[in-house]
């Protein structure tokens, strides 16, 4: 990996590489933004980089407010009073720093300051694009995490406040105008949130190149992505360095771009443990992503021989892959089974129910039927 800051175009602007944060100050005068609302989330509110990035907006005597209100799993509500905050504070641009919650929020709020519809008249799933026709705030995002890699992307994902259904926003005005991708920002996460986020930015890339459609160039990247997580992820969690976290980070945002192709079963099987149970998306990811890709391996052997060589695995037989991932999640200390988040018997019908309902499976290279994800959701508990 480079040791300098380096600027790359895909899908917008990403000055990657150890101290691109120190250059949002000046990109902030460069741009006119006259007062930025930086949002973020609780925990990165208290830590001593989101203070040091606020120390020097201060120091280059920048005027901004600061949102931090955000629940774990997103709701409308917090999209709402971030509105507000960028209104009461005469706010023009909006800067997101966190992990995937700050970030989808940081986007929900940029599309609500000119799109003054109820927000989810605006869901994807339902058409509600076309809405989107008021002029979107400056955006600059600042991921926290090598997981989700929300950075780069042009939706949010915002769960109503009373069901927690998930709803989509998306638009490719959504996009970033600039990305400061910095490893360093990552270099404190707790282990086992670097673990969880890591094995959320591999979901995304297997579940992206054998995603339904034809998109070579989303296979190809996604296919980059997990090489560069075989090689880092472990390191990440138990001997993080700079050379291993600018790697997670960079496959982060390649997962981010290759799910444009689509997502899957793993993240229908996802989704409701955080709906439900309010689990945290990266670790329910990482749980079901095993049984999920067994669930897809017959049929599609060729392309888990190519997981195979990407995961740089001595067989390229197809079930080694399955092996391989329940043995970095062992190596990586994520749960077993679905039992140690608290999940039992009486779960498995409604998450069943919401995982039918989810919006990514239609994606997936087979159908699924609610009886799979009932087969499924036994298996991660019982077997």
Same mark, same amino acid.
């Given at each position: 990996?480079?040791?300098?800051?380096?600027?790359?175009?895909?899908?917008?602007?990403?000055?990657?590489?150890?101290?691109?944060?120190?250059?949002?100050?000046?990109?902030?005068?460069?741009?006119?933004?006259?007062?930025?609302?930086?949002?973020?989330?609780?925990?990165?509110?208290?830590?001593?980089?989101?203070?040091?990035?606020?120390?020097?907006?201060?120091?280059?005597?920048?005027?901004?407010?600061?949102?931090?209100?955000?629940?774990?799993?997103?709701?409308?509500?917090?999209?709402?009073?971030?509105?507000?905050?960028?209104?009461?504070?005469?706010?023009?641009?909006?800067? &997101?720093?966190?992990?995937?919650?700050?970030?989808?929020?940081?986007?929900?709020?940029?599309?609500?300051?000119?799109?003054?519809?109820?927000?989810?008249?605006?869901?994807?799933?339902?058409?509600?694009?076309?809405?989107?026709?008021?002029?979107?705030?400056?955006?600059?995002?600042?991921?926290?995490?090598?997981?989700?890699?929300?950075?780069?992307?042009?939706?949010?994902?915002?769960?109503?406040?009373?069901?927690?259904?998930?709803?989509?926003?998306?638009?490719?005005?959504?996009?970033a105008k600039i990305v400061f991708a910095d490893p360093e920002l990552t270099y404190d996460l707790p282990p086992a949130i670097t673990a969880a986020t890591g094995?959320?930015?591999?979901?995304?890339?297997?579940?992206?190149?054998?995603?339904?459609?034809?998109?070579?160039?989303?296979?190809?990247?996604?296919?980059?992505?997990?090489?560069?997580?075989?090689?880092?992820?472990?390191?990440?969690?138990?001997?993080?360095?700079?050379?291993?976290?600018?790697?997670?980070?960079?496959?982060?945002?390649? &997962?981010?771009?290759?799910?444009?192709? &689509?997502?899957?079963?793993?993240?229908?099987?996802?989704?409701?443990?955080?709906?439900?149970?309010?689990?945290?998306?990266?670790?329910?990811?990482?749980?079901?992503?095993?049984?999920?890709?067994?669930?897809?391996?017959?049929?599609?052997?060729?392309?888990?021989?190519?997981?195979?060589?990407?995961?740089?695995?001595?067989?390229?037989?197809?079930?080694?892959?399955?092996?391989?991932?329940?043995?970095?999640?062992?190596?990586?200390?994520?749960?077993?089974?679905?039992?140690?988040?608290?999940?039992?018997?009486?779960?498995?019908?409604?998450?069943?129910?919401?995982?039918?309902?989810?919006?990514?499976?239609?994606?997936?290279?087979?159908?699924?039927?609610?009886?799979?994800?009932?087969?499924?959701?036994?298996?991660?508990?019982?077997?």
């Open positions: 990996m480079t040791n300098e800051i380096v600027q790359y175009n895909f899908p917008t602007v990403i000055r990657f590489g150890v101290g691109a944060v120190k250059e949002l100050p000046a990109y902030i005068k460069d741009n006119n933004i006259q007062k930025p609302l930086i949002v973020t989330d609780p925990n990165v509110y208290e830590l001593g980089f989101f203070k040091s990035i606020l120390t020097s907006l201060d120091y280059a005597s920048i005027s901004y407010e600061t949102f931090y209100q955000i629940d774990k799993n997103p709701v409308k509500q917090n999209v709402l009073d971030g509105g507000d905050a960028f209104a009461d504070g005469n706010c023009d641009a909006i800067v &997101g720093i966190g992990g995937g919650a700050a970030l989808d929020v940081s986007r929900a709020i940029a599309l609500r300051i000119n799109n003054r519809k109820d927000l989810f008249v605006y869901d994807d799933l339902i058409g509600g694009d076309k809405y989107i026709d008021g002029a979107i705030p400056h955006f600059v995002t600042i991921p926290t995490t090598s997981g989700t890699g929300s950075e780069v992307g042009r939706a949010a994902i915002i769960s109503e406040d009373e069901s927690k259904k998930k709803r989509i926003l998306f638009h490719p005005t959504l996009m094995m959320d930015a591999l979901t995304h890339n297997m579940e992206a190149y054998i995603a339904k459609g034809f998109h070579p160039m989303c296979d190809g990247i996604a296919l980059q992505g997990i090489q560069l997580i075989a090689e880092s992820l472990e390191g990440a969690v138990h001997n993080p360095n700079p050379e291993n976290r600018s790697k997670m980070l960079l496959a982060s945002m390649m &997962g981010a771009v290759a799910f444009q192709k &689509g997502l899957g079963i793993v993240h229908s099987l996802a989704h409701p443990l955080s709906t439900l149970l309010d689990v945290h998306h990266g670790l329910a990811n990482a749980i079901m992503i095993t049984y999920g890709m067994e669930f897809n391996m017959p049929g599609l052997e060729p392309k888990f021989q190519e997981f195979a060589r990407a995961l740089k695995l001595d067989n390229t037989n197809p079930e080694s892959v399955l092996t391989a991932l329940k043995d970095i999640n062992q190596r990586i200390g994520i749960p077993g089974k679905l039992t140690d988040l608290g999940v039992n018997e009486e779960h498995i019908k409604p998450l069943s129910e919401l995982a039918l309902a989810d919006f990514c499976h239609p994606n997936n290279p087979k159908p699924v039927s609610l009886n799979d994800f009932e087969t499924l959701y036994k298996k991660a508990v019982f077997e």
